[in-house]
């Protein structure tokens, strides 16, 4: 795959990924205010994705380096955690006594 290919490939896992963020992070709104409370931190450390998946996405748009081996283990990792902080936050809001399946 070539360097253009990859960062167009990556550019769309990581707008998706935004996506779900953004959801998810919504779908907090409308809990009670105690287990909103709760929450805060996850909403917190997942905004603070959020701002780095911007980052990454105007990277990508902007210029897209030969040499991605780098930031390609980074990105890897990053979605790691980000996948691991979307499904934490989810089993949580998945609570049926809040009616919202995850």
Known sequence: ???KSYCDSVGIELS????KLYDVIRKTDSLPAKEKEKMD???AELNAMMDDLDDRIDLL?????ADWSGHKSDIENKLSKMNQ?????WGV????EYGLGA
């Open 93 to 96: 809001m998945g609570n049926k």
């Open 16 to 19: 998706g990924w935004k996506a």
């Open 61 to 65: 748009a902007r210029e897209c380096p």
């Open 85 to 89: 902080r979307w499904k934490d936050v």
């Open 41 to 43: 931190p996850m909403v």
């Open 1 to 3: 795959m070539d360097a």
